[in-house]
């Protein structure tokens, strides 16, 4: 039985009747009720308002210095998410919210957590007007059905083949961001480079699409590469720097004499012994060679070393080679050249050699060389560079996040082939078919679909005032517009008017809408429904904890706890 001591709970130790043993928590700290409710709403708002300013194309950049100083200039929300240290469970679970948006939609991670906090504060009214959570609960999951059904009402479908298109949604995502100047150059990139690794339908831009930085140049040369690029350069500077009609052969092995697996030790008494000695290393590595020859491989690329007599037997055979890739590079290249990896050259066939149509070098020479080795018209064109050009390394971060949201909403558009109107006309339209809705339900039900109907505008609200406008009269002549019917219409931030934002061009894929009501109504519902925080004492970790954790809990287990050092 549970003793109350306080603000404490301490549960004894000890068996159920039937001698299984109890599995007890002792020594809480405890908060439920509305307390818990209140705090894991506060909690929340507090993430809410440290993106909320950086919503839209106006919107505030925040600065985010790390432990170690590095710092970070951005309006990404995902990234200030991401970077931000945060210990209340609740918020953390609007944070993993804000990152599921992120891997699913591409985008939308702001409008997420806006749509959160505005949800969790007209929860919060009602519950203190005498709502319970779980009528809220109840009415917040049958508005968000109802809002999906809107927004299928409202999507358009986009052709693959419509360039022009992918290309607006590509310039909306990259809007307000800091490569915006050139947002026609690699709006086209983007459309170019999802097309081209686009596979029946589907696109896997993590896998098939690589960003590279390289600082030095203008946003503008930014380059798209139907290949792959490798922050790499030949493994000897005598080999030649560019190979046209390329053969190429992956190793995962290295090229280099075959050393003993033990110690050993070898007892030479002549100079002949030792030159036949050093012939044979010789010997070893020259056949490897020879059969790269035979096979007309002019390109080898491998995972692990090359070594001296290696780097000198493949300069004089003419043959380009690149040592100690990454494992997924090597895999990348394999996808991309249409190259089966093996161990050593004895075990190449020529079905295993892939194909590009130039490999070269790239790059500065010098103490402090900038080289890349690129790979251009590879044989599998599932698989794509592109080469990001930057006065500054902040500026190349910027630009990649702003070229990854791109891509990623290009990819949902090719891929579900339904896109809407972007300007907040979607959330306005939402909340005006809620509100009709709510006025056919009968019960409290209707005071949460009426809650959600309002929160839905928040994002109208937060968009009008990063902009500078008057967020009542804004909201207000968008609400009217959309009582006379028209659904696309949108808040154009740099004027202040109301217009049609498929005309503007603003435009968005369904999918990310459809994601922010899912992923916002889940992460409210989940928060509303805890009652009670039980959290138990801080303490600070042992040097085992922190250093070898996997090996403290086995010991733990074990009951060896006292045999780790530092516990």
């Given at each position: 039985?549970a ?14 009747p ?17 307390d ?18 950086t ?13 170690l ?15 931000m240290?945060?210990e ?29 906090g ?15 959570p ?6 917040y ?5 109802r809002?999906?059904?809107v ?6 479908r ?8 992918l ?6 995502a ?5 490569p ?7 709006a ?15 696109v896997?831009v ?26 790499k ?39 002949e ?7 044979e290393d ?8 020879k ?8 390109v080898?690329?491998?995972e692990m ?28 290249i ?9 161990s050593?050259?004895?075990d ?15 790059g ?11 790979i251009?018209?590879?044989k ?5 560079t592109?080469?990001i ?11 990649e ?21 972007g300007?907040?006309a ?7 078919r ?7 339900l ?8 009426q809650a959600?109907?309002e ?9 009008a ?6 967020v ?15 659904t ?17 061009n603003?435009?968005e ?25 039980l ?7 042992s ?11 086995m ?5 060896m ?6 516990t």
């Open positions: 039985m003793r109350g001591t306080g603000d404490k709970v301490v549960v004894p130790a000890g068996h159920a039937t001698g299984q043993p109890v599995f007890v928590i002792t020594d809480k700290e405890k908060t439920s009720g509305r818990a409710r209140h705090m894991n709403i506060l909690a929340a708002r507090a993430v809410v308002d440290s993106v909320k300013s919503l839209g194309p106006l919107g505030m950049d925040k600065m985010l210095i790390d432990p100083g590095n710092i970070t200039v951005t309006n990404d929300g995902a990234v200030i998410l991401r970077e240290s945060i209340h469970p609740s918020a953390k679970m609007v944070i993993d919210g804000a990152k599921t948006q992120e891997d699913v939609a591409g985008d939308g991670t702001t409008s997420v957590v806006v749509l959160v505005a949800l969790l504060d007209a929860a919060e009214k009602l519950m203190d007007a005498g709502v319970h779980t009528v809220l609960v109840s009415g999951k049958m508005a968000a059905e809002a999906q059904q927004l299928d009402s409202l999507a358009r986009v052709e693959r083949t419509n360039d022009a298109t290309r607006e949604i590509a310039k909306t990259m809007m307000g961001k800091g915006e100047v050139y947002a026609d150059t690699l086209e990139m983007c459309v170019r480079a999802v097309k081209g690794v686009e596979d029946n339908g589907a896997d993590k896998e098939n699409i690589k960003l590279i930085k390289r600082v030095g140049l203008r946003s503008e040369n930014t380059e798209l590469i139907n290949g792959i690029v490798i922050d350069e030949r493994s000897h500077p005598s080999m030649p720097r560019r190979v046209k009609n390329a053969k190429i052969a992956l190793l995962n092995k290295g090229i280099e004499a075959k050393k003993p697996q033990t110690k050993a030790k070898m007892k030479i008494e002549s100079a012994q030792l030159a036949e000695f050093m012939q010789v010997r070893v590595v020259e056949e490897q060679v059969r790269f020859a035979e096979l007309g491989v002019n080898v690329m491998t070393g090359i070594d001296d007599i290696g780097n000198s037997l493949l300069s004089k055979y003419g043959i380009f080679a690149v040592e100690r890739l990454l494992s997924d590079d090597l895999k990348r394999s996808r991309a050249v249409g190259a089966r990896i093996v050593t050259a004895s190449l066939k020529p079905e295993d050699l892939g194909e590009a149509g130039l490999v070269e070098e790239v500065k020479a010098g103490f402090l060389a900038d080289k890349y080795i690129y251009h018209d590879a599998n064109t599932k698989a794509v592109i080469v050009h930057a006065g500054s390394e902040n500026v190349a971060d910027e630009v996040r702003a070229l990854e949201d791109a891509l990623k909403v290009v990819a949902c558009a090719v891929e579900d082939q339904t896109v809407v109107a300007g907040a979607p959330e306005m339209e939402m909340a005006l809620l509100r009709q809705y709510a006025n056919t009968k019960g409290r039900e209707q005071l949460a679909v959600y109907a929160a839905l505008e928040a994002i109208p609200k937060a968009l005032e990063n902009s500078g406008l008057d009542i009269d804004t909201l207000v002549a968008l609400r009217s517009a959309h009582e006379g019917g028209r696309t219409a949108g808040i154009d931030v740099f004027s202040g008017d109301i217009i049609d934002m498929w005309e503007a603003v435009i894929p369904l999918r990310v809408k459809r994601q922010m009501i899912s992923t916002a109504t889940e992460i409210v519902c989940m928060i509303l429904r805890l009652d009670e925080i959290a138990s004492e801080r303490r600070e970790p040097i085992a904890e922190k250093h070898w954790p996997k090996s403290y809990e010991a733990k287990r074990r009951g706890k006292g045999n780790i050092p530092g």
